[in-house]
Protein backbone atom coordinates (compact mmCIF):
# COMPACT_ATOMS: atom_id res chain seq x y z
CA UNK A 1 0.00 0.00 0.00
CA UNK A 2 1.72 3.31 -1.48
CA UNK A 3 1.11 6.56 0.97
CA UNK A 4 1.46 9.70 -0.70
CA UNK A 5 1.42 12.69 1.31
CA UNK A 6 3.18 16.00 0.46
CA UNK A 7 5.06 14.86 -2.47
CA UNK A 8 6.84 12.47 -0.36
CA UNK A 9 5.94 8.59 -1.69
CA UNK A 10 6.60 5.50 1.01
CA UNK A 11 5.05 2.20 1.52
CA UNK A 12 3.43 1.76 4.94
CA UNK A 13 6.47 -0.90 6.23
CA UNK A 14 8.88 1.76 5.00
CA UNK A 15 8.41 3.03 8.44
CA UNK A 16 10.37 0.21 9.81
CA UNK A 17 13.26 2.32 7.77
CA UNK A 18 12.52 5.63 9.64
CA UNK A 19 12.44 3.80 12.93
CA UNK A 20 15.56 1.86 12.33
CA UNK A 21 17.46 4.77 10.78
CA UNK A 22 16.72 6.53 14.50
CA UNK A 23 18.45 3.64 15.73
CA UNK A 24 14.41 2.44 17.85
CA UNK A 25 14.61 -1.04 18.26
CA UNK A 26 10.97 -2.67 18.16
CA UNK A 27 9.53 -5.94 18.26
CA UNK A 28 6.62 -6.72 15.56
CA UNK A 29 3.43 -8.73 14.94
CA UNK A 30 1.44 -9.11 12.27
CA UNK A 31 -2.39 -9.67 12.67
CA UNK A 32 -5.79 -9.41 11.38
CA UNK A 33 -6.82 -6.24 10.35
CA UNK A 34 -8.07 -4.42 13.86
CA UNK A 35 -10.43 -1.45 13.11
CA UNK A 36 -11.38 -0.73 16.91
CA UNK A 37 -11.03 -2.19 20.42
CA UNK A 38 -13.99 -4.62 19.27
CA UNK A 39 -11.87 -6.22 16.25
CA UNK A 40 -9.37 -7.38 18.47
CA UNK A 41 -10.77 -9.30 21.10
CA UNK A 42 -9.53 -12.48 19.61
CA UNK A 43 -6.23 -11.20 18.66
CA UNK A 44 -3.79 -12.33 20.68
CA UNK A 45 -0.93 -9.72 20.86
CA UNK A 46 2.34 -11.42 22.48
CA UNK A 47 4.39 -8.42 22.62
CA UNK A 48 5.57 -7.02 25.89
CA UNK A 49 3.81 -4.07 26.40
CA UNK A 50 0.84 -1.40 27.40
CA UNK A 51 -1.80 -1.48 24.67
CA UNK A 52 -2.82 1.43 23.46
CA UNK A 53 -5.61 3.41 21.85
CA UNK A 54 -5.03 6.72 19.68
CA UNK A 55 -7.86 9.31 19.34
CA UNK A 56 -8.01 11.54 17.21
CA UNK A 57 -9.63 14.87 17.98
CA UNK A 58 -10.32 18.33 17.26
CA UNK A 59 -12.76 21.45 19.05
CA UNK A 60 -14.48 23.81 17.69
CA UNK A 61 -11.78 26.39 16.57
CA UNK A 62 -10.31 23.30 14.75
CA UNK A 63 -7.21 22.80 17.41
CA UNK A 64 -6.25 19.40 16.74
CA UNK A 65 -5.23 16.60 18.93
CA UNK A 66 -3.88 13.23 18.83
CA UNK A 67 -4.20 11.17 22.42
CA UNK A 68 -2.63 8.24 23.10
CA UNK A 69 -4.26 6.31 26.07
CA UNK A 70 -4.30 2.69 27.10
CA UNK A 71 -6.60 0.79 25.49
CA UNK A 72 -9.23 -0.66 28.09
CA UNK A 73 -9.68 3.01 29.38
CA UNK A 74 -12.72 5.37 28.94
CA UNK A 75 -10.99 8.45 27.86
CA UNK A 76 -12.87 11.84 29.24
CA UNK A 77 -13.10 13.99 26.97
CA UNK A 78 -13.77 17.12 29.41
CA UNK A 79 -10.38 16.30 31.28
CA UNK A 80 -8.58 15.82 28.13
CA UNK A 81 -9.83 19.27 26.69
CA UNK A 82 -9.01 20.93 29.94
CA UNK A 83 -4.75 19.52 29.84
CA UNK A 84 -4.91 20.79 26.12
CA UNK A 85 -6.89 23.83 26.85
CA UNK A 86 -9.15 23.14 24.15
CA UNK A 87 -12.83 23.87 24.16
CA UNK A 88 -15.15 21.10 24.02
CA UNK A 89 -14.13 17.55 21.57
CA UNK A 90 -15.42 15.81 19.33
CA UNK A 91 -13.67 12.49 17.17
CA UNK A 92 -12.21 13.79 13.50
CA UNK A 93 -13.68 12.34 10.40
CA UNK A 94 -11.46 10.18 8.14
CA UNK A 95 -11.15 12.98 5.57
CA UNK A 96 -9.43 15.22 9.20
CA UNK A 97 -7.13 11.88 9.75
CA UNK A 98 -5.67 11.80 5.72
CA UNK A 99 -5.59 15.40 5.88
CA UNK A 100 -3.24 15.77 8.86
CA UNK A 101 -1.81 12.55 9.64
CA UNK A 102 -2.23 10.51 6.12
CA UNK A 103 -3.69 7.82 8.11
CA UNK A 104 -6.82 5.71 7.93
CA UNK A 105 -9.48 4.96 10.30
CA UNK A 106 -8.74 1.69 12.27
CA UNK A 107 -4.72 2.86 11.52
CA UNK A 108 -4.19 6.05 13.90
CA UNK A 109 -0.88 5.70 15.37
CA UNK A 110 1.85 8.47 16.88
CA UNK A 111 3.81 7.32 14.22
CA UNK A 112 1.62 9.04 11.83
CA UNK A 113 2.88 12.50 13.30
CA UNK A 114 5.52 12.48 10.79
CA UNK A 115 3.04 13.45 8.28
CA UNK A 116 2.37 16.73 10.48
CA UNK A 117 4.47 19.04 8.80
CA UNK A 118 2.34 21.98 9.89
CA UNK A 119 2.26 21.13 13.40
CA UNK A 120 -1.36 21.73 13.87
CA UNK A 121 -1.89 18.32 16.20
CA UNK A 122 -0.95 18.43 19.78
CA UNK A 123 0.25 15.44 21.40
CA UNK A 124 -0.94 13.67 24.91
CA UNK A 125 0.09 10.67 26.46
CA UNK A 126 -0.86 8.50 28.77
CA UNK A 127 0.92 9.12 31.89
CA UNK A 128 1.02 5.28 32.63
CA UNK A 129 3.26 5.01 29.66
CA UNK A 130 6.25 6.53 31.00
CA UNK A 131 8.90 4.14 31.97
CA UNK A 132 7.65 1.45 30.17
CA UNK A 133 6.71 -0.02 26.43
CA UNK A 134 3.70 0.53 24.60
CA UNK A 135 2.08 -1.46 21.94
CA UNK A 136 0.63 0.60 18.70
CA UNK A 137 0.19 0.43 14.99
CA UNK A 138 3.37 1.23 12.52
CA UNK A 139 0.91 3.05 10.08
CA UNK A 140 -0.97 0.35 9.20
CA UNK A 141 -3.66 -2.23 11.01
CA UNK A 142 -2.55 -5.36 10.54
CA UNK A 143 0.23 -5.31 12.84
CA UNK A 144 1.45 -4.10 16.02
CA UNK A 145 4.67 -3.03 17.24
CA UNK A 146 6.73 -2.80 20.62
CA UNK A 147 8.92 0.08 21.40
CA UNK A 148 9.53 2.20 24.80
CA UNK A 149 8.04 5.05 25.36
CA UNK A 150 11.12 7.17 25.67
CA UNK A 151 12.03 6.18 21.78
CA UNK A 152 8.24 7.24 20.72
CA UNK A 153 8.76 10.25 22.61
CA UNK A 154 11.96 10.88 20.72
CA UNK A 155 10.35 9.97 17.14
CA UNK A 156 7.56 12.33 18.24
CA UNK A 157 10.66 15.36 18.73
CA UNK A 158 12.55 14.25 15.99
CA UNK A 159 9.59 15.04 13.79
CA UNK A 160 9.38 18.63 15.49
CA UNK A 161 6.35 17.97 18.19
CA UNK A 162 5.70 18.61 21.46
CA UNK A 163 3.87 16.50 23.48
CA UNK A 164 2.65 16.17 27.32
CA UNK A 165 1.09 13.43 29.54
CA UNK A 166 -1.68 13.31 31.91
CA UNK A 167 -4.23 11.50 33.50
CA UNK A 168 -7.59 11.75 31.71
CA UNK A 169 -9.59 8.69 32.87
Not at 89 to 101: D, Q
Not at 132 to 137: D, K, M, T
Request: with cysteine; charged share 25%.
Amino acid sequence: MGIRFNNISMEADDIFQVLSDLNIAYEKQEHKAIFCEKDGLDVVITLSGIGVKNLFLKDKDNNYALVSMYKHQRADLKKIADILGFGRLSFCNAEELKTFLNITPGSVTPLCLMFDTEKKVKVLFDKAFEGQNVVIHPLRNTASISISFSDLTRFVEHFNHSWMTGVFY
